[in-house]
């Protein structure tokens, strides 16, 4: 079929997939699909799109369609990879014509053109770059400003690339085509600002350029060049965007603020403070002749009388970005030993020092307090009208870069945190000048201390050997709190704010009850921006590492029921998470403490959960505060069940939507719902079924998966086993495969606490997976973890199930084509060879208990391996006795009584219901009950019995003298 005629089926097929009725739509996407790797199906598209008397959604889903074209088969190597004859004239054809008239088809026609440079410029694409820079200089506007377009989006691809070679080449290209991009850019800037004073339609055209232009410029000045301050051309460009920004500047205070210019002019202005930033953030050294520059322009703009009715904030913001990062620049920095920096750092240093003396310090300061951190209108006016909005709005992060208020903030912090000493009596004498409580009707006073509050609870750590909060707190800030006045919430709101700065910095302990006293107060303030801010400060003293819960307890119950209500009135989902994530915390560190307070909470919980189906995050917070709520509980938490398990059921069902978000806190809940359970219940045995999908996933969550599973094998063994344990076994051989070391030991660690919990049944049940086990052992298993846990599983089954170990190695036997004793003594003598992988005492134990159980016995092969054994129970008895200082004798340390009891000091977290159960476990376990001295006695003495005196006499003289006399102290003293 030739081009023309593919053109028409494919533009047929084009136009369907642009109808609305999907019984049109969806065979033409079918048929498209089919045709992407069909020669000729992107020389169609090519001529579709290039045709402009098309209708245009056509042409924008074949631009569409090419795009994703070249990111599947353009490269050489993909599969169905389009011929070079067709990228060929592919490549030719994109760059023929710079004529679209539509211009987010043109911005699309720009991208694929890059996406095609990326990968073929300039080795398979020489003529690219020549073609567009001959095209941007043509007459024709259009021409013009497409190939512009396309020529910004190929140089922003390429200054992308990371690549030595890559780098090099782009930097050839830099240095080829610099020049020209500065005249060009240049050029236009002076066409706009000649041209704005005469009319908007052609200066808009012109400023389009300037910044299509400087795009490029700021790509190509920040990636382009090694030692960029060696070229004379690119230090004057970055000297003239000083001149231009002025000129832009004043430009736009003069022209309306409706005027379409306005907004691009914005865009250009901030382009200008990128190109400066980009500039200082790659090649800071370079940027040292234009510190002193640089400073002088940020500091006159945004603290000086030189911005008023010029600046605008994003403008501020770059600004203050630009401040900032010359401030905290490393590169600036001398070390300690100024012999070992640099000659640029010290030079660098001597302008800081230079240009940051007192009264620019002082000046940078106080303007910041007392002009940037002032509460504006709209914000008080956000306070009013959308309280929840202004208490919780996101700071943090990259919020700096781009917000004015976090971005001053940020600022106040670097300079004073480097400039403590200068600024530290400005601040305070800030502070002295606001004592006691401000008149309710001096609105600007109260704005003003605010500001200054603000400040000192920023600088927290840097003022904490210069104001004494303690008493701060005592004469003036809690009287502060005690006003009410409605006027007041603004002092009332950044007095809490400033306590929770401080709790972490400097707060005595005793003064914890009065703080907790005016929380219990601000909790119920008639403010609701107050009652938040107020729950923010309670987590922060609760979460501090100082909290005593005996201090906080009479205080409990009020402030719990307040939080509650707290919960309930505030409406946004984002305000609830940030209520539930102090509920969260308060449960956490008060504990069991918190039983008499939550009924309420518990039930209200079902109903949050119902009303936040559409906020997975919500949803988060609140599989959270259950998780917390579970271990305050403890074995009470049974009571939740008809909620808990199906919130549990639907976070960890991977076939349900929201998992994405609620699987990680999910498992958690489940494993905390399992660890506190008393005993099982149907509905907690069949949440399991969830499991085995779960583990098909092997993403970061398995190891969470296995904590539960032993969980399940700690709470029921028996019933468990029973129901899932064919599943499971599966799940762990297909695991096993493609699994890491570190998987394969979680997997065989819960193959040994089955057969811990239940050593008769749990073989049988996991026996697919333990010849492997025992062959990993007799090939030598060159990982000691993975032999560790081996002779662990292996330990086991011999020591408790003696008759399935027979069967077990028997089949094995079968397998290899060996004799069953053969096997037996390549079993023992690899055990002891590799019992020093065996790092955990009860392991090493097991191991003596289990090849002990193998006496008394005639068995030559056993006979043969005696004094290995011999070897083993002699290290395991050094690991595990301890001599009684008082009575002389050894005792087993590792044989629990039955009336140990779990001992709790203060500072412990008290046991859960799986801790019990795991005591009552070891009870019951040979390594915890069974004394090994004892043991070995008895095994010897039967021995002996059994070969007679001599005979045994003969079988000791193959154990080393040293060690047989070693074994004889241990024995006498039983």
């Given amino acids: 079929m030739d081009i023309n005629s593919a053109s028409t089926v494919v533009l047929q097929a084009l136009t369907q997939a642009t109808s609305q009725d999907t019984a049109i739509l969806k ?62 004239s592919l490549r030719a054809g994109l760059i023929a014509n710079f004529n679209e008239p539509v211009n987010q088809i043109a911005i699309q026609i720009g991208v694929l053109i890059a996406k095609i440079a990326r990968l073929d410029c300039p080795r398979n694409w020489p003529e690219l770059i020549p073609t567009l820079l001959e095209s941007v200089r043509v007459q024709d506007d259009l021409r013009q400003h497409r190939a512009l377009l396309a020529f910004y989006h190929v140089t922003k691809t390429l200054a992308s690339k990371k690549l030595v070679a890559d780098k090099k080449l782009f930097q050839e290209l830099a240095s080829g085509i610099y020049s020209f991009v500065c005249s060009l850019w240049n050029h236009h800037a002076d066409s706009f600002l000649q041209q704005i ?55 736009r205070r003069q022209i309306n603020a409706e005027s379409s210019c306005s907004e691009k002019l914005e865009k250009t202005i901030i382009l200008f403070t990128k190109v400066l930033l980009d500039f200082l953030d790659y ?48 590169a ?121 509050y603000n400040a000192i609870g920023l600088a927290a750590y840097e003022l904490f050997d210069n104001v004494d909060f303690d008493q701060w707190f005592k004469s003036q800030l809690l009287a502060e709190l005690q006003v009410t006045h409605i006027r007041y919430k603004v002092i009332r709101r950044r007095v809490i704010w400033l306590i929770g700065q401080w709790i972490s910095v400097k707060f005595k302990s005793e003064l914890r009850p009065m703080l907790y006293e005016a929380i219990l107060n601000l909790m119920q303030d008639q403010d609701r921006v107050v009652r938040i801010e107020t729950a923010t400060t309670l987590k922060l003293a609760v979460d501090d590492f100082a909290f005593r819960t005996e201090q906080f307890l009479p205080y409990l119950e009020s402030i719990f029921g307040l939080l509650f209500q707290l919960l309930q009135q505030v409406t946004e989902c984002d305000t609830k998470m940030h209520v539930l994530h102090v509920i969260s915390c308060v449960i956490e560190r008060v504990g069991m403490q918190i039983r008499p307070y939550v009924g309420c909470l518990v039930q209200y919980l079902p109903l949050l959960w119902k009303q936040s189906e559409d906020h997975n995050m919500l949803r988060c917070a609140i599989l959270t505060t259950l998780i917390h709520l579970v271990q305050g509980l403890g074995a009470d938490s049974k009571n939740l069940y008809p909620f808990l398990l199906p919130v549990i059921q639907l976070s960890t069902d991977v ?75 599966q799940s762990f051989c297909e695991l096993m495969q493609d699994i890491t070391t570190e998987g394969q030991v979680q997997v065989l660690k819960v193959v040994e606490n089955v057969l811990k919990v239940n050593p008769i049944l749990g073989p049988q ?51 290899l084509n060996q004799e069953m004793d053969q096997l037996l003594g390549n079993l023992i003598e690899m055990w002891v060879e590799r019992m020093d992988n065996i790092t955990q005492p009860e392991r090493r134990k097991l191991s003596a208990l ?34 009684d200082p008082d009575s002389g004798t050894y005792k087993d340390c590792m044989v629990i009584s039955h009336f140990e009891e779990l001992k709790v000091s203060e500072d412990e977290e008290p046991p859960t219901e799986q801790d019990k159960r795991k005591k009552l476990l070891a009870l019951k376990d040979p390594v915890h009950s069974v004394s090994l001295q004892q043991f070995v006695f008895e095994k010897l003495k039967a021995q002996q019995e059994l070969l007679g005196e001599q005979g045994f006499q003969n079988l000791m003289e193959s154990v080393d003298t040293d060690i047989v006399r070693q074994l004889q102290g241990f024995l006498q003293k039983l």
């Avoid at 032999?787 to 599983?793: A, Q, R, V």
């Avoid at 008394?856 to 690991?879: R, T, Y």
Wanted: with cysteine; hydrophobic share 40%; glycine share 4%.
């Fill in 332 to 452: 600036y920095k001398p070390a300690k030993n100024t012999e070992a920096s640099k000659p640029e750092t010290l030079e660098a240093h001597e302008i800081k020092i230079y240009f940051f003396n007192y009264s620019t310090l002082t000046e940078i300061c106080r303007r910041l307090v007392s002009h940037y951190f002032l509460l504006t209108p709209e914000e008080l006016s956000m306070w009013e009208e959308d309280p929840e909005g202004f208490a919780v709005e996101e700071a943090g992060g990259d919020s700096y870069k781009y917000s004015l208020r976090p971005c001053t903030e940020v600022l106040f912090l670097d300079v004073f945190h480097e400039y403590s000493q200068t600024l530290t009596p400005v601040l305070l004498e800030m502070v002295q000048n606001l004592h006691g409580p401000t008149n309710v009707e001096d609105t600007v006073g109260l704005v003003i201390k605010d500001a200054v």
């Fill in 197 to 251: 004073c005469i009319g908007e339609t052609a200066a808009i055209n012109s400023l389009e350029r300037t910044l299509l232009s400087l795009k490029v410029l700021r790509k190509l000045t920040a990636h382009g060049f090694v030692e960029p301050h060696k070229n004379l051309e690119l230090m004057e460009f970055l000297n003239t965007v000083f001149e231009r920004l002025k000129q832009f500047l004043e430009c």
């Fill in 655 to 729: 076939t349900q939507p929201p998992h994405v978000y609620l699987l990680e806190d999910g498992l958690e809940l489940w494993l905390a719902t399992l660890e506190n359970s008393p005993s099982i219940t149907p509905e907690l045995l069949g949440v399991f079924q969830n499991m085995s999908a779960l583990l098909e996933l092997s993403s970061e969550n398995v190891k969470t998966c296995f904590q539960i599973i032993n969980a399940y094998i700690f709470l029921t063994s028996s019933e468990f086993l029973q129901n899932f344990a064919v599943a499971l076994c």
């Fill in 27 to 88: 065979p033409a996407e079918e048929r498209l699909k089919q045709w992407e790797t069909q020669p000729g199906f992107y020389s169609a598209l090519l001529n579709i799109f290039t045709n402009h008397t098309l209708d245009v959604n056509v042409r924008w889903l074949a631009v569409l369609y090419f795009k994703n074209g070249i990111d599947r088969y353009w490269r050489r190597i993909a599969p169905h990879a389009l011929a070079e004859e067709e990228k060929t």
């Fill in 283 to 330: 090649h800071p050294f370079s940027f040292i002749s234009l510190i002193r520059r640089s400073l002088e322009f940020a500091v006159s703009y945004t603290f000086t009388s030189a911005g008023e009715g010029v600046v605008f904030e994003r403008f501020i913001v770059q600004c203050m970005n630009l401040i900032k990062m010359i401030v905290k620049n490393d």
């Fill in 850 to 883: 289990a090849l002990l159980s193998l006496l008394p016995s005639e068995n030559s092969v056993i006979q043969d391996k005696f004094c290995g054994i011999i070897n083993i129970c002699v290290e395991a008895l050094h690991d595990v006795m301890s001599e």
């Fill in 765 to 815: 049940m996991f026996q697919p997976l333990l010849p492997s086990v025992l062959k990993g052992i007799l090939d030598g298993e060159r990982y000691p973890v993975v032999m560790s846990t081996y002779l662990g599983i292996t330990g086991r089954v011999l020591l408790q199930n003696t008759v399935f170990f027979s069967s077990l190695l028997n089949q094995i036997a079968l397998e």
